[in-house]
């Protein structure tokens, strides 16, 4: 017996088969999403997919993993913050439709989180925070293998944290800094400030130092010995890497640039996971899970670039009597955990209906 698993993200598309009982998929088919193209041609795309896997293997439900707000009761995504064309769609009732199944829908990060408690890194704790860092960043919190999701169907939102009272608007959050998007955001901006300050520094009688009013506006703690010519370079290697293209710089390639030291990368990461590590920790305060699993693609940056120096972030602001009662771990499910989890979902959907007694996956 087997399921249909869909992941509809920012950037990426999956569609996959498998039983529900962890890995290995069946069977998956993947694709890239131009968000310009806007949601009708991503339908159209899950149409490919999905038709000749159905055929294929005759998955008994569909479970979907959607990357953005959703009213589970209705089966409508709300909106989308990446991809036009998703404002009260209904989703569950069109999979429905279009596929043949029984259709049941869930947060992309809740389902992973899921999928990570009950066959992953999370397995065997808990209480487990499940944390997504990839073009967005999204939360999860999995208590005794439930999806906890408030009083109102939305819960766990990390990545719309405000780092400090500062941030008044509500598109000053943690995602604007920490994730994908925020992260090639900031340092597409560096890039431009070092260019446009090159004049300003030719006719500044050649002195090797750093204008004072970019310093001003971008140092960093870790920026107060670096000389102009060392950030020219590196955002001289930065254009490079995009095709003298400023606006075409990603995070890839910044995490690229960051293993091979480019300082610019540096100093975008280091404010990306202090960040992160500074919000990790109030949830941490608040919550107190024993793990918090960590997946997305800025986590595929690995352990030296990434989970370590953002244990140090963690630690740096957690609340004492918490300090050694957690563990942080880069998730086991990899890119397929979405599917993973929109598979729990759709056995779910499908044993429920059966009669067969499944428990709800929400803690009530």
């Known amino acids: 017996m087997c399921y249909l698993g869909i992941e509809i993200g920012g950037t990426k598309l999956q569609v996959g088969v498998g039983t529900g009982d962890g890995p290995r998929l069946m069977a998956l088919r993947r694709d890239e999403i131009d968000r310009r193209l806007g949601a009708e041609v991503i339908r159209r795309r899950i149409l490919d997919f999905a038709r000749p896997l159905i055929a294929e293997y005759h998955p008994r439900a569909?479970?979907?993993?959607?990357?953005?707000?959703?009213?589970?009761?209705?089966?409508?995504?709300l909106k989308s913050h990446h991809v036009a064309g998703w404002d009260n769609f209904p989703l569950v009732q069109w999979g429905q439709d279009e596929l043949g199944l029984p259709a049941a829908m869930g947060n992309d990060a809740d389902l992973a989180g899921w999928a990570e408690a009950i066959h992953g890194a999370g397995k065997?704790?808990?209480?487990?925070?499940?944390?997504t860092v990839g073009t967005g960043i999204g939360g999860a919190l999995i208590y005794e293998g439930k999806i906890y999701t408030g009083a109102y169907g939305i819960a766990a939102e990390i990545g719309h944290l405000r780092p400090g009272p500062a941030a008044i608007s509500p598109e000053e959050d943690l995602e604007s800094v920490s994730a994908g998007w925020g992260i090639a955001a900031r340092a597409q901006a560096l890039v431009k400030e070092?260019?446009?300050?090159?004049?300003?520094?030719e006719a500044d009688s050649g002195q090797a130092t750093l204008i004072i009013r970019w310093r001003e506006k971008w140092a960093t703690p870790e920026s107060s010995d670096v000389s102009y010519a060392t950030l020219s370079d590196a955002a001289t290697d930065l254009l490079r890497r995009c095709d003298n293209d400023v606006e075409r710089l990603t995070t890839k390639m910044l995490g690229e640039a960051l293993a091979s030291g480019n300082v610019i990368a540096a100093w975008v990461f280091a404010r990306a996971l202090r960040t992160l590590g500074w919000a990790i920790a109030q949830m941490i305060t608040l919550i107190a899970p024993s793990a918090i699993v960590i997946g997305g693609g800025v986590s595929l940056l690995g352990e030296r670039l990434f989970f370590e120096p953002l244990r140090k972030e963690v630690a740096r602001y957690v609340f004492p009597p918490l300090a050694d009662r957690y563990v942080i771990r880069p998730a086991e499910l990899g890119e397929e955990v979405m599917v993973h989890g929109a598979i729990l979902l759709a056995r779910h959907r499908f044993e429920t209906a059966a009669g067969k007694g499944m428990t709800s996956p929400v803690l009530e």
Do not use: N, W
């Open 124 to 131: 065997g704790h808990r209480a487990v925070f499940y944390i």
């Open 194 to 201: 070092v260019l446009a300050s090159h004049a300003a520094f």
């Open 62 to 77: 569909v479970g979907i993993a959607f990357g953005g707000p959703i009213d589970v009761q209705s089966g409508r995504t």
